[in-house]
């Protein structure tokens, strides 16, 4: 009887089985698709450049309830479902002039926090001369954001403006 040793017997039984391929064989990555890597890449970098570009800047809204506050306009609450939705219809980022009782009011919506804010002639030429002289600190210009709205105020006839 004929031993043979395990490792001869391998070698030559080779030829009978199909070889698998090893991990450094068959697929390579990247080969068969560069435009799919290339796709990712910039995908990415566009990704970290709006992250990097959103945390290096103070949010318009932010900075206007800030300056809105130091001109000592008063907040109004929007408590009832009429004054949500005229709250909602409001254009956003725009102060509206309100004229009640022989008064005129500027009257700024913050409709994500469900309020006014309101402040007399005085109170929003403060706010513009602390909002020009921030945009100038920041080197910054922006247009005007003031409007005339008539409409839906006697949903708020209950509330005082009167600071």
Same mark, same amino acid.
């Given at each position: 009887? !004929? ?13 009978? %089985?199909?070889?698998? =391929? ?10 068969r ?5 290339? &796709?990712?890449?910039?995908?990415l ?10 945390? &290096? ?15 000592? %306009? ?7 479902? *009429? ?12 102060? *509206? ?11 700024? =919506?913050?409709?994500? !926090? ?6 007399? +002639? &005085? ?8 909002? +020009?002289?921030? +945009? ?6 922006q ?8 409409? %839906? ?7 005082? %403006?009167?600071?």
């Amino acid at each position: 009887m !004929h031993t043979s040793k395990p490792i001869d017997w391998i070698t030559n039984c080779s030829g009978r %089985f199909p070889r698998r =391929p090893s991990a450094n064989q068959g697929l390579k990555r990247g080969r068969r698709h560069p435009g799919v890597a290339i &796709s990712v890449g910039l995908l990415l970098i566009g990704l970290l450049v709006v992250v990097a570009t959103g945390c &290096s800047t103070t949010p318009r809204a932010q900075q206007t309830e800030t300056l809105l506050v130091a001109s000592n %306009f008063k907040m109004v609450a929007a408590t009832t479902p *009429a004054q949500q939705a005229h709250l909602q219809a409001m254009t956003p980022g725009k102060f *509206a002039i309100v004229k009640r009782n022989g008064k005129t009011y500027y009257v700024y =919506p913050e409709a994500a !926090h469900n309020r006014l804010y309101v402040g007399n +002639q &005085s109170q929003y030429l403060s706010y513009r001369q602390s909002y +020009q002289d921030e +945009q100038l600190s920041n080197g910054q210009v922006q247009g005007a954001d003031l409007q005339e709205d008539a409409v %839906f105020w006697d949903l708020w006839a209950e509330t005082d %403006f009167a600071n």
